[in-house]
């Protein structure tokens, strides 16, 4: 956050008429921080967006979060089939199977199977999952070099 950014959200806090609970409460509901200084510029956004329907004035915020994308991007479909597809290849015949639609589902708020309906958030975690269920796998079948390998020989 630049202290431009800090200054605003102070503005428009005051200007929306919240008080210092009312505030701090749109923080923690709203960003996911306790101070504004923690915020991520997405979270800053939202937090804007909120001020705007609360009283301050204009519509910038509310249309910028409104333009954001409301399901995951290509990139995320891709890489989450990709990490999936790594997982498939190293887990051996005692390992668990995850079917992808299963795990969309278990990643999903509303429990979508569809990989393409994920949120940003949700396609976020899955990935984040995925990188970990094969982190665990790669040292017992001395493959995925990409995720282990620290500029070593490549097995092939």
Not at 77 to 92: N, S
Request: with cysteine; hydrophobic share 40%; aromatic share 8%.
């Amino acid at each position: 956050m630049t202290p431009q950014q800090i200054k605003l959200i102070h503005t428009a806090s005051s200007r929306a008429g919240l008080n210092r609970a009312q505030y701090e409460l749109m923080l923690i509901n709203v960003g996911g921080v306790s101070t504004c200084k923690a915020l991520t510029h997405e979270a800053f956004e939202d937090c804007m967006a909120f001020l705007e329907d609360s009283g301050f004035p204009g519509t910038y915020w509310r249309e910028r979060v409104n333009k954001r994308g409301g399901f995951a991007n290509p990139r995320m479909v891709f890489k989450i089939r990709e990490l999936h597809g790594q997982y498939e290849e190293l887990r051996g015949d005692d390992d668990p199977h995850y079917e992808l639609a299963g795990l969309v589902a278990r990643a999903s708020v509303t429990t979508t199977r569809d990989i393409n309906a994920l949120l940003p958030r949700e396609a976020w975690n899955l990935i984040e999952s995925l990188k970990k269920m094969i982190e665990r796998l790669a040292p017992k079948q001395h493959l995925a070099p990409a995720l282990t390998d620290q500029g070593g020989d490549l097995p092939f």
